[in-house]
């Protein structure tokens, strides 16, 4: 059943994996020896290509759940047994789609979703399965929001919930058990707005066709992201090998042991870019890595990097939008801006260097960045009884997550810890595991080291781990003082690691007397872990690290995960230990305060990520700045600025995330080096006035700066998107077109939620400029859900008000989030208010309330 050629590419991966796995090896030929000849090539095929934490982390037999799933697949369904190898193994057999964790779940969704695949034409048409199975999938997971970490497949089946990386998982998962090759893909940043997106492409008929994942359409090439998708710079898709077929996709790059390959041609226009590189002296610099990076969430964040070719040279196929691309090589860096829509060509000449200050300016340098502009590559046309079939459906897989999830909540168990009622709910398919910990005794710190814990924690935290963690960390109890006992002791949540039982485990894996000499002196644990724990950069991938019992059991760890090992030896030594918030860097408790391992102390002050002073006692913190504004409210982290320090030859943004400034001033303790600012203000049409600036702090200097943040003019805040069309219902109950309510010039859609206060906002700002509204030519449309809205006070005194406003009804609440993701503003937020002109052509947009939209949309009708 296996090529020769497979045979031997496992064979080679393997040989040159076994340097790496000594600790593990003998388990392995043990496991090998019991497997068929298939089978044993198929899993030295997985531990020559995998992440190499992942042979520290989990059992022989969770993969080789994989491969045996995989070859019943292979010689029992036939449209997995016709599929091209390569096809075959990195998109069905393989076991990671992305960085969740892992556990056997193949042949339980098989089991899930075998009966749902009912008649010939499911088994025969792998393109209409694959409809079938996203329904499958939106009736057990639907979008929440969620910290980094990603929750293993098994967790959102559990939940009912997952960020879109781990729906795409999710139904990557569901997919592969059937035997329809999928894969994730993903934009690493828009260049439109401040986000990312994960979605699906499956493998059918001989060709990759793409979805949203658990939001089915009754067609493929379809998803509320495909005008979207058509603005993004880079659409890739990973590998974790480089076994391919002869029509191999582009290759962008490797990291580690992920392939990236570059799908951005079948979502946007495209332009082929290439950068070449060289140095002072004008020649060419060959092996330079070169950076593609998107401003977004206020930084720029690489999604592509390269190494130049003998003529100084690389190539990407990108949108067409504006890259900041950076270079280095031997010590020098330079950087540019550079133009998808306008060059097919850049130079960047290295010319910078991190101990030479020529290149610091230290003054505002202005920045224009432009996202690319809105193309129908994809408009997936649906014909009006697909829609009614996809409305009908999707309200009834809806009503069968919440009856689901709502089962799993049990009002009684849950009564008896009235203050853990809330976690208890958010536990949903965890319920009983949270639970059964919780009331294994009367142990009082039993709900404390419940309640230090992130939300997701309760999703998918087993009682085992929890367990072990406070047996651990109750033998200092009472050595110090409560809260720090809590945070950053009993808690085993350290970072975005997988939570495991690593106290019993460290407490087991040293000597009595490497344990006493640690706890003396944490400085020689953290030279253990730099001499002892490995890293191989070239079998990383750097989206997950090694958990402490891994890190210890491979003896390898990337930068993150010794960090984590670090805090985890120290908490269970009973030492409090924690990553700083902001540089996540490692922290002891010194006995006064919190100390980095491994540098100079000097006990200064530092802000946290909630603007909070905390004690560091590191030497970071000797030199201060204060940024000074005109108003406080519009700067937010991660939005409109960020502040990164070079280490080595690149800036890397501080975790400042939720600090806020104090009136017009904000102050930060920080270490002496080279930093750079970034303000940037988003235009509606995607593009950005940006600004940077980098400057020097030195050792014990007090800096203060005026912060710049660049205003839109009105004509920035215009754009020209085609609306979706939809229908809500007039007071008969007789169905409306779109297109019936803005004809006849301009037009004004409110979308509004009566009584919520966003919306009580913007109906007294009308009401506050009624004689203006009843004196403009355009149509002024409120769409509600019922007429039951009619009787909110608020509203019924703006139509009394106002009286040339329509009223229309939207009884199923559908018809806003297409709008507001098509003019790109939040779908979540009421209300949406969407100004039109020629019909169905939107010109501006802004949810939820913001204060002047009102007065704004009458600058824009009076224009």
Not at 176 to 194: E, F, K, L, M, N
Not at 266 to 295: M, N
Request: glycine residues 6%; charged residues 30%.
């Amino acid at each position: 059943m296996l090529s020769n050629r497979l045979i031997e590419y496992a064979e080679k991966k393997y040989a040159e994996r076994l340097p790496y796995l000594e600790t593990v090896r003998a388990g392995l030929e043990e496991g090998f020896s019991l497997c068929t000849p298939e089978e044993a090539a198929l899993m030295r095929f997985f531990y020559g290509t995998m992440p190499l934490r992942d042979a520290g982390e989990y059992d022989f037999r969770v993969f080789l759940s994989f491969v045996r799933h995989g070859l019943w697949l292979r010689e029992h369904v036939a449209w997995c047994a016709t599929l091209p190898e390569d096809i075959f193994v990195n998109h069905v057999l393989y076991y990671r789609i992305n960085s969740e964790d892992i556990s056997e779940n193949r042949a339980f969704f098989y089991e899930q979703l075998k009966d749902r695949l009912t008649g010939k034409e499911l088994w025969e048409s792998p393109y209409q399965a694959v409809i079938e199975i996203n329904y499958w999938c939106a009736e057990h997971a639907a979008y929440q929001a969620s910290d980094m970490r990603t929750a293993s497949p098994m967790t959102v089946y559990r939940s009912g919930k997952g960020r879109c990386g781990e729906e795409s998982t999710f139904l990557v998962t569901a997919l592969r058990s059937v035997g329809i090759p999928a894969r994730q893909v993903y934009t690493p940043r828009w260049a439109h707005c401040d986000d990312n997106h994960a979605w699906v492409e499956v493998w059918a008929e001989g060709r990759w066709y793409f979805l949203g994942a658990c939001e089915p359409e009754e067609v493929l090439n379809k998803g509320w992201f495909s005008h979207a998708s058509s603005r993004a710079l880079l659409v890739h898709s990973r590998n974790f090998s480089d076994f391919a077929g002869e029509e191999a996709e582009e290759c962008i790059g490797r990291e580690g042991v992920t392939w990236f390959y570059n799908n951005t041609a079948s979502y946007a226009r495209t332009r082929r870019l290439t950068v070449a590189v060289k140095d002072r002296e004008g020649r060419a610099v060959k092996d330079a890595l070169v950076s593609f990076e998107i401003l977004n969430m206020g930084e720029y964040c690489s999604v592509a990097s390269l190494s130049t070719d003998e003529k100084g040279e690389v190539r990407l196929t990108a949108g067409l939008g504006d890259f900041h691309v950076r270079a280095q090589a031997g010590g020098y860096f330079g950087e540019q801006l550079v133009s998808g829509a306008r060059q097919e060509r850049a130079e960047i000449v290295l010319d910078a260097a991190a101990e030479e200050d020529d290149w610091i300016r230290d003054v505002w340098e202005l920045k224009e960045i432009a996202a690319p502009e809105d193309y129908p590559m994809n408009p997936g046309i649906v014909t009006p009884e697909q829609k009614q079939r996809k409305r009908l459906r999707l309200a009834g897989a809806n009503k069968m997550r919440e009856e689901k999830l709502r089962s799993f909540y049990r009002e009684e168990a849950a009564a008896r810890h009235p203050e853990e009622k809330e976690l208890l709910r958010m536990a949903a398919g965890n319920f009983d595991e949270v639970l059964r910990f919780l009331e294994k005794d009367g142990n009082p710190h039993r709900k404390a080291l419940l309640h230090s814990l992130s939300a997701k924690d309760y999703l998918d935290v087993r009682a085992e781990v929890l367990e072990d963690a406070l047996c651990g960390a109750q033998k200092v109890r009472g050595a110090w003082p409560e809260e720090l006992y809590r945070e950053y002791v009993l808690c085993p949540r350290i970072y975005y690691e997988e939570l495991t039982a690593y106290h019993s485990f460290i407490d087991g894996y040293f000597t009595e007397a490497e344990k006493e000499r640690f706890r003396k002196d944490p400085e020689e644990l953290w030279a253990y872990i730099e001499k002892e724990i490995h890293y191989e950069p070239a079998l990383d991938y750097r989206t997950i690290c090694a958990t402490p019992v891994g890190c210890l059991t491979l003896k390898q760890g990337n930068e993150t995960a010794r960090k984590i090992l670090f805090v985890a030896v120290c908490r269970t030594l009973g030492i409090p230990a924690r990553l700083n918030r902001v540089t996540v860097e490692p922290e002891y408790y010194t006995g006064t305060k919190f100390r980095t391992p491994g540098k100079a102390e000097a006990g200064e002050k530092t802000a946290d990520a909630a603007g909070e002073n905390v004690d560091a006692g590191t030497e970071k913190a000797s030199a201060s700045l204060v940024l000074k504004v005109e108003d406080g409210s519009k700067w937010i982290y991660y939005q409109t600025w960020t502040i990164g320090k070079l280490t080595g030859l690149q800036f890397t943004t501080l975790d400042y995330e939720g600090l806020r400034f104090e009136g017009n001033c904000l102050e930060l303790s920080l270490e002496p080096g080279i930093y750079r600012l970034i303000t940037t203000s988003r235009m509606p049409n995607g593009s950005q006035h940006a600004a940077e600036r980098t400057f020097r702090l030195a050792d014990g200097e007090h800096r203060e700066i005026s912060m710049s943040l660049r205003e839109g003019s009105l004509e920035d805040m215009l754009v020209s998107n085609e609306l979706p069309d939809f229908e809500v219902a007039d007071a008969d109950g007789k169905r409306c077109p779109a297109a019936q309510l803005t004809e006849g010039g301009s037009a004004v859609l409110c979308f509004l939620e009566e009584g919520a206060e966003p919306t009580e906002h913007v109906l007294n700002e009308l009401m506050q400029q009624a004689g203006d509204w009843n004196a403009a030519e355009a149509k002024l449309v409120f769409i509600v859900r019922d007429a039951g809205a009619l009787s909110n006070a608020t509203l019924a005194r703006t139509l009394e008000k106002i009286p040339c406003v329509s009223v229309y009804f939207d009884p199923e609440g559908e018809t806003a989030e297409p709008i507001a993701r098509r003019m790109y503003v939040d779908p979540e937020k009421l209300p949406l208010l969407v100004v039109t002109k020629d019909g169905m052509t939107g010109i501006y947009a802004s949810s939820g309330y913001n204060v002047g939209s009102v007065d704004l949309m009458l600058k824009i009708l009076s224009r």
